[in-house]
């Protein structure tokens, strides 16, 4: 992963022609870069406040090789990937954790927890880096100093059991490594969000990550049947069996934790076979609000899709289904096919039975619902560009033009008036033309997440910019009604409304059991909680 | 509800002379009444603890009518519905809460936590009764005296969002009021468990409740949107969306939290159509083993059911299907079309499309499983029959027998270990011969519930022998690492094996919630935590 952009500097491509020429029309931008990328061997990294004899008891812990206060290897964990941390990484400056730990074994990292406590140094888990809300930001705090506590030698799976069909994986393990692992074996996690490339199953428990396979396989805190949290006060193993009545689940408490609690080191998860099926089918609604009726009576039938995902009237003519290629003229490419109207994609995977079944009853509902089939062709080319959406960030923000996601979930009943809550709340705060699009990608018997893309034209002081149509936005959601993250988690970024969501005794709550496992406070300060 | 027994006194039938006959056959009793029920005027009844200025603080918080000292009430709030409960009740002495008082409101039931936190006074909270593990027990504890607080008076169907089928019922709707109330709205709650006569909303939730539709409808917790628990440091109120990232799900926390933090007030809850279509077909399975492989694959597949029972050889024998005839002879009844094997039930709810295509996917699983269709029959015998189940124990209690349940659940690959273990423990620790049977009657992706009913001849003291075997039996289902229940609970009969369960430090994560929201600790103490 680039320290400065999103993933694989093979897969960044510059805007094509087409978007190009669409975006200086609609934004009124020149084209020119303004904003450019930095080498980084021109940066000037915050140098680490660990001493030798710091390095020296880290490296006691787990091994010589295993730690680092190199510029380089704190720099790629200086922040997560939001478009402020990709604002902050085309600076002169750079704030990073003090030094990179790479733990092995729940041994190590109890053993680090009890370092950092006694030599007053905090700890930031480090998982794919992927974070959008602040949630690896090296914020020590009260602290001395803070280490970036790096999972990638724990990415091993470490039991299959195929009958019971649950894996239990290292949180190191990344979306694709956890695929080619289970693969060997013929199962499949089907966990696929946006940053499932880079994205680590620690990563996907502590933030409820929600993939775009979360209609048929669930969400990942759907997925989880049991997980190791180790934490200053020991080690915290929840779930032993599916569901059960012990009390409270204590696996809900873990996910969701953001570090704040101590350290995920293994989780298990549900997997399935890889399916002997898949259907792939495009649909036309001619409106957003016909498509989420559609989507709701699905739902609430309770008979699935694999994946079931709407995108509205703007991102459909946008073309956000093929999100590298904005703008592109192609006559057979699912835009053309759906004029005025909203493009829905649902896959099936599964036995071939099941597949004919379930996609036989949301055939009949989606109908019935004023849908118009489109063939397998817009779900099969979503399906090949689903991962590319974030790289086209890069190249606007090169020449002058914000682009940002944000995301909320509510009931059906205020689905539309959250839609229009943010879209107007971004308006007012942004310079006109503000292009907003939006897509359901999560579907509830009872609502669903509205997922934003935001395109706009950056002023002087972008970073202040963003920043305060982020605050507006926010609250625009918490005043709804609605919540302030379906899936991107809390973070230091939206900590600010965490009391609005959960009340100030829901925050007290969170505090009680953050102190009961990490009584000094070395735990990721500053996020959730 | 009896005090001294499941259920309405009119609905309590004796045994039938076939029933009786197969009893006295296999346990070598009588048949003639040695332990009978009692004369509640006789009874004597704990003095009430509380003074005349107690009554009066307490009648000032809700109202005169709403609070009682008298035996006839306190006796009906003396405990729950085990078998251990049952046989207490048979004894000339009985402990009884002292006072029942009855709240209207939150704030109602706020003041009354902070009178009790004042008054030294522990607080038992009261739905239906019918906890199988001590968890309406009146302890007082370290308290000087423990009232019961009867949440009948909240009773309301408060709103029903029926765009998104979200209902917000108060605490103390029971699950028949439930359905009344969603049904004059053309909606249904479909939450089924044995108690549903008498358990109510807030039992359900504090107790993880899993009802017989939950293939279908889910398990109580996962219906649960919203919650809302008056704890003596305010009110906390979870949920705010179906699912989001907002940190932990504290709604989970309250879940299961069986009075220990606070008294859950009203609840919110996923509810769904009056279905228009309904199927049933009963299934032979040759073996449980056999069964259980067909179920695991429908859990696998992830196309449900509403209702997925089975029973095991024994159970089937014995014919539970129709609880209040066991051993009756008629040849068109299920148990004679499944001689040696285990009948299965199954019942699909939906629209006409869905419950065919769902029905077709499952009837595929089960046929290629080795699964005979048994027509419609079985299962609507079984739907008639369901809640009948605990009056039968009345009856064996009189003549000498011992009829109890009591529950696991796990993963598959441990299914068949866990029943033989709990089998071998309840034939270890009971006179022979112990007659044991099984269901499932929870099934997931990862694992199902085993419910088990023993039937034994009794000792000189049923008590001691019950709790010398439950000893056992739970610590023969912690050794083999499955959870000590699936939806009973813990209350005060698992609660010395809940730290085998979550660990030591699961404890103390609950013990500082538990110290967050109740610093005093006179919510439902000696429960849970």
Redesign the interface.
Known sequence: MRWDAWGDPELAAPLSEGTATLIRGMLGVSGEVTLPTIDPATVAVSPSRLSVDDLAGLRAIVGADWVSAADADRLVRAGGKSTPDLLRRRRAEQDAPDAVVVPGTDDEVAALLAWCGENRVAVVPFGGGTSVVGGVDPTAEQFRAAISVDLRRMDALIDL?E????ATLGAGVTGPEAERLLGDRGFSLGHFPQSFRYGSIGGFSV????GQASA?YG?F?DMV?AITLV?P??????G???????????????????GAFGIVTSVSV?V??VPAATEYEGWRFDTFAHAAAAF?AVA????MPTVMRVSDEIETALNLARPTEIGESDDDLPDKQVPGGCLAITTFE??P??VA??A??VR?IFTAAGGQSLGDGPAKTWEHGRFSGPYLRDALLDIGVGCETLE???????LEEVKAAVTAALAEALPEPVVVMCHIS?T?????SLYFTVVYRQGDDPLAQWQAAKQRVTGAIAAA??????????GRD?RPW?AA??????V??????K???DPLGVCNPGK??
Chains 1, 2 share one sequence.
């Open positions: 059991d009958v019971s069909q649950i933030t409820r990550s929600s048929g969400r805190d049947q934490t006060r020991g080690i915290l193993r929840a032993r069996s599916p569901k059960n009545a012990v009390g409270p689940d204590l696996r809900q408490l873990i996910l969701g934790s953001e549900r399935h076979r709701r609430q039938e309770g008979v599964g036995s039975t099941a079944a379930r036989g009853v009949e909320t979930v509510t009931t059906w009943a205020k999560h509830y018997a009872t609502g669903a009604g609605a919540s302030i993250t379906h899936h991107h988690a809390v939206h965490l969501e959960i009340g100030d005794l829901g007290e709550v969170l505090g009680a059991v102190h009961a496992l959730l909680v």
